[in-house]
């Protein structure tokens, strides 16, 4: 029972974990296995990013060097790709699969792409669900409050929402990405596996914080009953 000795009900999240764990493992070792190969065209990954933007009528948009190891992200509220310390300036397979990823959310802005605009439209609701659902739940559990309970949960399902919609967005992002590549020759066909390598084990990084959302919510469901006992 909750609060005495272990929670039966974390076991729910071994296979979360256990995925993550193995996902954060294969993103860091995929990417160091491909960061040590230069690509052969001999660009840097902010150069082709700066070309992959033109290309889509936006190369006013800043390319920022930001600091951290696989930080790497466009910023929808400032229209800026943000390359990170291993990414920037680097002429490697991984670096340039990586910045033209960012290109292709970048992209998607561009062309109002559905689920990022319903991605970036429920950030401030997500921030809210995720902030309160835990304490609500918690509450409710020690007052007996099953309104707060079940409030929590429901907040925290709007929370999974978010993990679910961002799949997609993460997916359809590296696609434009390997297909920008290959459209380009930046990357020569054994160069392009590479990077989809880079990319996929990323996507992994994704499928494992959904999986983790998904179970929790199920973990919240099933504490939810037994005190109803």
Not at 69 to 88: C, I
Not at 106 to 125: F, K
Not at 131 to 159: D, E, Q, Y
Not at 166 to 180: F, G, M, Q
Request: glycine share 6%.
């Amino acid at each position: 029972m909750l609060g005495y000795g272990l929670d039966p009900t974390m076991i729910v999240l071994i296979p979360a974990v256990l995925l993550s764990m193995w996902a954060q493992s294969k993103v860091q070792s995929t990417f160091n296995q491909y960061s040590r190969i230069a690509a052969r065209g001999n660009v840097t990954a902010d150069s082709v990013a700066r070309m992959l933007l033109t290309l889509y009528g936006m190369s006013n948009m800043p390319i920022n060097h930001v600091s951290g190891n696989l930080t790497d992200h466009y910023d929808p509220r400032n229209r800026t790709l943000n390359l990170s310390d291993g990414v920037y300036g680097n002429r490697s397979i991984a670096s340039i699969g990586v910045a033209a990823h960012e290109v292709g959310h970048a992209i998607q802005h561009h062309e109002s792409y559905a689920p990022l605009m319903l991605r970036n439209g429920i950030v401030p609701a997500v921030n809210v669900c995720s902030t309160a659902s835990m304490p609500l739940f918690f509450i409710g559990l020690l007052m007996g409050n099953g309104m707060l309970v079940n409030l929590g949960i429901i907040l925290f399902a709007g929370a999974l929402v978010f993990h679910l919609i961002t799949l997609p967005v993460e997916i359809n992002a590296s696609s434009r990405a390997l297909a920008l590549l290959e459209q380009t020759h930046t990357l020569a066909p054994d160069e392009l596996s590479g990077a989809k390598k880079v990319l996929t084990a990323a996507a992994w990084t994704y499928i494992a914080s959904a999986l983790m959302a998904l179970l929790q919510l199920l973990r919240l469901i099933l504490i939810s009953r037994s005190r109803r006992r």
